[in-house]
């Protein structure tokens, strides 16, 4: 259990050590969420109501922009067959790599997300159960998002590839999580059902991870 | 089961078994072809509601059919490749894909075709609309699969994982996106367990079933033998570069 941990430690510790990627992602929300107003027009109303929806979808890109870089490294480097070698199963790396792309995407989201919100028109005390929908649903993402990095490790073209085969597995996602956030739809279930997706893509993409691992690392 | 699975995992014998088979495929669909549209355009009736738009029906249900019945068929031989290393598996479901994805789209342009003199739009976010139009990008991120490998044996792996995967998605996707519909515009323009369909109509959609059916059979298995046969070469041209001695081929 203790080498597990390790493995998880040095996925997240590389990336916060070069920092880049976490840059990345703040730049793109920043960039990506002041172009809203200009394209729908400075009506506050109008973008207050499309605000969840639109960070939502930032949500998705932002977890496709981090993917190819979860795996390519490791794999280049043998890094990836020596931490197998060494006895860490493929399924572990579901987790860490998950944890790690979480990091990268969604956490800078998270902390940024409340001021986008507000930049975008929420009012202050409508701003929390966005927050909480983005916390309780982006693991999914990441999850999913890593298991199709795995998958498409070391394919031609695999930028295009991944993001073909992860869309239509984020979906239900954004579906879920997009309702929770919004109130007027009135609907309690949907943080439930958000968690719900979580949960059961914490316990199938690592299932998938390592047996899409298993077949390249062999 | 597992005999017959066994039984019919010798390629030489699954490919004496399609070329018997296949013929009669054709044949099927020739009769069953003219005979299904000789009844959707000139045996029935227009509707009283839809006129003679309603005969696109006959070839949006049966391809809206096995668009599904396809995608089940590719997940059963990709099961069967992964977990029983059933060696015809990988082979029957990269054969069906294209087809299935073909049938998808012919789902959602007729679909379209139907939608616009009847409903006033090409496109409604309806809830079955929408679930198959995720299940066409299924598709192409399957086909897609395909492609990006070189080394064949990890894309049939990589690609049987995401056919099982996306049969998962695919119950989650159906099940949400009527939540989300139904939470959005609860008025449904397709009407739920409708009047249903006469049976002057009834003979037509099931003869043009059968006719895309035999279709569906005939191409996949025609696919599958040339996959066989494609393997096959491919196999000969690297023992024959392997004994030429250092000499690659570039294959793939």
């Not at chain 1, 992860?166 to 739809?185: H, K, N, R, W, Y």
Request: aromatic content about 12%.
């Amino acid at each position: 259990m203790i080498s597990f941990f390790k493995v998880l430690r040095r996925d997240c510790a590389a990336l916060i050590e070069r920092g880049q990627p976490i840059v990345l992602s703040c730049g793109f929300l920043v960039l990506a969420s002041t172009l809203y107003p200009f394209a729908i027009g400075p009506d506050q109303v109008k973008l207050a109501q499309l605000a969840p929806g639109i960070v939502w979808v930032l949500a998705l890109f932002l977890g496709l922009l981090h993917l190819e870089k979860l795996y390519g490294e490791d794999a280049a480097s043998g890094a990836l067959e020596q931490l197998a070698a060494a006895g860490v199963p493929a399924w572990w790396f579901g987790f860490t790599r998950s944890a790690a792309h979480w990091l990268m995407a969604f956490m800078p989201l998270i902390i940024l997300s409340p001021a986008l919100l507000i930049i975008l028109g929420v009012k202050e005390d409508a701003v929390l159960l966005p927050v909480l929908s983005l916390l309780v649903g982006t693991p999914a993402l990441s999850f999913i998002g890593s298991w199709g990095a795995a998958l498409t490790l070391g394919a031609r073209q695999s930028v295009l590839v991944v993001t073909l085969v992860v869309f239509p597995l984020m979906i239900p996602t954004l579906i879920f999580g997009v309702s929770a956030a919004a109130p007027q739809f009135g609907s309690d279930g949907a943080m439930s059902l958000c968690l719900a997706v979580t949960l059961l893509s914490a316990v199938i993409c690592p299932i998938a991870t390592h047996l899409s691992l298993r077949a390249s690392l062999e | 089961m597992s005999a017959f699975m066994h039984w019919f995992a010798n390629p030489a014998r699954f490919v004496r078994i399609a070329d018997a088979v296949t013929p009669w495929l054709w044949l099927t669909l020739a009769i069953s072809l003219c005979a299904g549209l000789y009844l959707a355009f000139f045996g029935s009736p227009p509707d009283y509601q839809q006129g003679d738009s309603v005969r696109i029906m006959y070839i949006h249900v049966p391809s809206a059919i096995l668009t599904t019945g396809i995608y089940g068929f590719m997940a059963a031989a990709s099961a069967a490749s992964l977990v029983w290393r059933y060696p015809l598996g990988s082979v029957a479901a990269k054969s069906a894909a294209p087809v299935g994805a073909a049938f998808c789209f012919i789902t959602l342009a007729t679909g379209a075709l139907w939608g616009r003199p009847m409903w006033g739009t090409w496109w409604e976010w309806d809830g079955r609309m929408t679930s198959v139009l995720v299940q066409f990008f299924l598709y192409l991120g399957y086909l897609a699969i395909w492609q990006a490998f070189s080394d064949q044996r990890r894309a049939a792996n990589a690609a049987g994982i995401l056919a099982l995967v996306g049969v998962i998605n695919l119950v989650i996707i159906r099940f949400s996106v009527e939540w989300w519909n139904t939470l959005h515009q609860p008025a449904s323009l397709l009407r739920r367990g409708g009047p249903s369909i006469d049976v002057s109509m009834q003979w037509p959609l099931a003869t043009m079933f059968i006719a895309a059916s035999a279709y569906a059979g005939a191409i996949i298995l025609t696919n599958m033998k040339s996959e066989l046969r494609m393997r096959r070469a491919q196999a000969q041209l690297q023992s024959m570069t392997q004994n030429a001695g250092g000499y690659r081929l570039e294959t793939g």
